[in-house]
């Protein structure tokens, strides 16, 4: 995914990948995890809060790039989802 994204960098082309989620995006997003459940648990209804932030891999990005949580709260419970992305907000 780095050599793809490096690509689209240098020659100028948006993207938007799925992230694959992990413990370390998931502790990044626990405050909106959390807003989103007490909006679930008040309206009997799924809910979701999202968040975008700066974000880098321990190591196999080459930089710090955007990335967009969606903290979900389900009738089943967390459902959390992760994009990284060069477009501006």
């Keep these: 995914r780095e050599e793809l994204m490096a690509w689209c960098e240098q020659n100028r082309v948006d993207y938007v990948f ?7 995006l998931e502790t990044k ?3 909106a995890l959390e807003e989103a459940s007490q909006a679930s648990r ?3 209804q799924a809910a979701r ?4 932030f700066m974000w880098s891999t321990k190591d196999s990005w080459s930089r710090r790039r955007r990335v ?4 979900e709260w389900t009738t089943l419970g967390a459902n959390p989802r992760f994009i990284v992305t060069s477009l501006k907000p």
């Design 18 to 24: 799925g992230l694959a989620r992990n413990e370390r």
């Design 29 to 31: 997003i626990a405050p």
């Design 42 to 44: 008040a309206s009997g």
């Design 49 to 52: 809060v999202f968040r975008d």
């Design 68 to 71: 967009i949580a969606k903290a």
